[in-house]
């Protein structure tokens, strides 16, 4: 049967700041341009076979507290009589306020880049409805689905972070789920990159890699998949800091590996953890 997962073609995001940290004068950016989205009100009903949708509010401080928003919603459902077989769904925020028209621009992009992947999402799905209607053991589970909720997750001075998660249900086992987190200067519109943010406390990327490789390790070891290569641990670490897997909160900075990126599906969301304070002390050299 066709399978497609649009969970493994997307990128998308959660963003964060590091507390008392400047903006870098030479930091990367990445513009956005795309036009906004019109929002429809029809919600899942309870046979969806999605998660549940939770958009939060920033903790919002100096600069950020300029910019309030609502949750918006868009979802479609294509269905054969009375079976319907593909729901899509997208939940994000609508900014208002100084700099809206930045975030809502960089939000915008996340909504377009998902909503490209819903005709061939549709066309999977048809397919194996059709092809499941001939199949002597039954028909599968249905609809099959695709959501993208982004949520406003942390703030601080001029920094916010957004988080993007990507669900996806083509009938197999179980669904899959994803994340990519961004940290986006709202005074521009633009995202950080990860060497910008910690450039301030003195650390490379590679003291950070290392030091987060051996944490993993140390406190996921038996969740990890085997492997012979010594170095592929931490070559997914390095992997996660240039991939949005990384956002900075009120603790410190956050890495995390996607279910199957490092483990088994069962274990989730890997993460790690580094405080400000082993951060500022060089990652306690």
């Given amino acids: 049967m066709k399978k497609r997962s649009v969970i493994a073609a997307l990128g998308v995001l959660a963003v964060l700041a590091l507390a008392g940290c400047g903006t870098p004068k030479d930091k990367q950016k990445e513009e956005v341009t795309k036009a906004p989205v019109e929002s429809a009100t029809e919600v899942p009903d309870d046979t969806t076979p999605t998660k549940a949708v939770e958009i939060t509010a920033p903790v919002q401080d100096e600069t950020t507290q300029e910019i309030s928003f609502t949750g918006k ?4 459902e294509f269905q054969d009589g009375d079976a ?7 939940y994000y925020p609508v900014f208002e306020g100084k700099y809206a028209e930045n975030m809502n621009r960089f939000v915008t992009s996340l909504v377009e ?12 799905a048809q397919f194996d409805y059709e092809e499941s209607k001939m ?9 099959e689905a695709e959501e993208l909720t982004v949520s406003c997750v942390w703030s601080k001075e001029q920094i916010m972070v957004l988080k993007a998660e990507y669900y996806s249900n083509t009938g197999g086992a179980h669904p899959n789920v994803f994340y990519k987190t961004y940290v986006v200067d709202v005074t521009d519109g633009y995202k950080e990159t990860f060497e910008s943010m910690i450039r301030p406390y003195g650390v ?9 490789t051996a944490r ?27 991939m949005e897997q990384w956002y900075f909160n009120e603790n410190g900075l956050v890495l995390f590996a996607n279910p199957y990126d490092i483990a088994a599906y ?9 405080s400000y304070e082993e951060l500022e002390q060089g990652l306690k050299k």
Avoid at 84 to 90: D, E, I, P, T
Avoid at 113 to 124: D, G, H, I, V, Y
Wanted: glycine share 4%; net charge negative.
């Fill in 216 to 242: 993993i390790q140390a406190e996921h070891g038996e969740e990890l998949f085997p492997t012979d290569d010594e170095n592929q641990l931490e070559n997914w670490v390095y992997l996660f800091t240039q």
């Fill in 113 to 124: 880049e998902f909503r490209e992947t819903l005709p061939e999402a549709k066309e999977s």
């Fill in 204 to 212: 490379t990327t590679d003291e950070v890699v290392s030091f987060a």
């Fill in 73 to 76: 919603e868009e979802t479609e």
């Fill in 84 to 90: 319907v077989y593909f729901r899509s769904a997208m």
């Fill in 135 to 143: 199949n002597e053991y039954g028909v599968q589970m249905f609809p």
């Fill in 266 to 274: 069962a274990y989730g969301m890997i993460e790690c953890e580094i």
